[in-house]
Nanobody
Framework: QVQLVESGGGLVQPGGSLRLSCVAS????????MSWYRQAPGKERELVAA???????NYEDSVKGRFTISRDNAKNTVYLQMNSLKPEDTAVYYC?????????WGKGTLVTVSS
């Protein structure tokens, strides 16, 4: 059974940092494009960042220069380092893995940026 389990969310002040982790099990991790999505209240889910096995990455424009996605294939883990957080980054962050027609989602972790 495939599982993606996120952790690392929480409450942080504007300008602060958080690192999200997503541990995958039940799949051949290195084959998957791993991504982080987020969904803010009343908004659609959006792609934040993605990373391929060759470690090429792409980012949503509003997080470029602030967020960094990385992966450790030996640990079946993908990370999202979030710096200079803003209130508009408040959302539930979801881990996603895609390989061919297979797509898996985690249950999400809440990030709240507020003073």
């Amino acid at each position: 059974q495939v599982q993606l389990v996120e952790s690392g969310g929480g409450l942080v002040q504007p300008g602060g940092s958080l690192r999200l982790s997503c541990v995958a099990s039940g799949l051949t991790f290195h084959r998957y494009v791993m991504s982080w999505y987020r969904q803010a209240p009343g908004k659609e889910r959006e792609l934040v960042a993605a990373i391929r096995d060759g470690e090429s990455t792409n980012y949503e424009d509003s997080v470029k220069g602030r967020f960094t996605i990385s992966r450790d294939n030996a640990k079946n883990t993908v990370y999202l380092q979030m710096n200079s957080l803003k209130p508009e980054d408040t959302a539930v962050y979801y881990c996603n893995g895609v390989f061919s027609y297979l797509t898996y989602w985690g249950k999400g972790t809440l990030v709240t940026v507020s003073s």
